[in-house]
């Protein structure tokens, strides 16, 4: 985290009296997904920079979370702040943080790793700082993190979902009770179904289509899918 503070004295009759005001400027950070055109972090401020992004991502490597990103063109650009969350973007906190080039027409390569990613859904977010402490969050990119990362240990079909139901088959040493979470492509959980066999039938019909990430809990495994409803 980057604090700046700034400080104020001031004097009194007969005497030194210093006057302490202390400002925190907090700062953050975000992610943008890739493409094929650039990703200006402040197009929608009223003093724009031409700080542009053209493509940002967080991939799984291993254990380990890779972080990268480009950007086109930078003007007074102080750095990055990288942020992360664990709960669906609830709260963020600040895992590092990437020096700017100031101002530069070239493009620049960023490279950040996560070494502690927790498991499940880890949600990344760059905060772009500029010199005169200004700042714009990027959007947000997700990275499924889970104990057990080989999803042909669990069969879920049909996948991609078109009836509103979806099957889900447990490993078949797997006797213990359980429940699935579902998260959206942003990290929010949006529902919990319990399982309670080896097979089993779920009623998804009021979800929206669109791309998920599920994790399967039994009380001595976890297990993560990716999945989509049309």
Known sequence: MIKEVLQFHGLKNKGLLILGFLCLLTISSTNATPSNTSINLYENRSNPTS???????????????????????????????????????????????????????TPKDYHFTDLKPSLGVNSYRLKQINQDQSFEYSTIETVLMSAVFTPSIIKVFPNPITGGQVQIELPEQTNDAGFVEWYDVSGRLIKVIEVDSFENKLDVSTLPKGNYFIKVHTHKNMWGHRISIE
Do not use: C, P
């Open 51 to 105: 700080t542009s992004l053209s493509y940002f991502n967080a991939t799984r490597n291993k254990n380990h979370v890779r972080l990268h990103w480009e950007t086109i063109v930078e003007q007074n650009n102080y750095g990055f702040i990288i942020e992360k969350s664990v709960n669906g973007g609830a709260t963020w906190f600040t895992i590092g943080f990437m020096e700017g080039h100031a101002s530069t027409s």
